[in-house]
């Protein structure tokens, strides 16, 4: 999973839809666990409690008092500078501990890209075939990242690279190929379908299935009310803009 963005709420749900399946072994993140929601802590803590491997994302980084923030929209900015005051010892702790960059069997975990961990957005295919390129250099087949709130898969095919919609497809296999693949985010997706998003690594199938979790968007809505975070990022949620 990737962007939960402080929506405890929307994790708590994808964490249901995964007790009511088969169970999984591991919970991989993609970072920006913090940012935009109104539970940091309680984020910070789910994930740490289920011993999740996981990312830095460039939220994170900046939650942790990092330059990232400079970068931030205002409305961006505006709920880093709340998240900065309302973060616990143990949250800022916990994210200023969490890598750049994780690789697993034949996973590299990134925030953004494996050429930019924490900034790159993969929007395209000129910057999905450098970073398809790279995967190889770097030891890992897939790449899964987040950072754009879209899911997405792109993988080369007969010499060239190729995108692939989840939507569409939501069950593919995973190639000999090196792949970049992103579950979409859990906490504020931006592909028009407001649900939570994630995706289930089959290692011995080897599939990846992306999925969608309904949550409770208007009580997370005025859980950032009362936090009084801007009003451009509780109407979003609803939208899945
Ligand atoms: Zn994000």
Redesign the pocket.
Known sequence: MS?I?ANLVALDAVLRALDAGEPVDEIWHLG?VVGYGPDPDGVAGRLASLGARGVR?N?DAAACGGPEIDWFNPDARRAMEWTRRTISDTTRSWLAALPEQSTTGDFTLVHGSPLDPTWEYVTSGPVASANLAALGAQGGRHGLH??T?VPAAWRVKDGRVAFSSPVHHPVQALDDGPALLNPG?VGQPRDGDPRAAFAILDTGAATIEWRRAAYDIPAVQAAMTAAGLPRWLITRLAAGQ
């Open positions: 962007d963005h920006d994302g939220h987040g950072h709130h985010s």
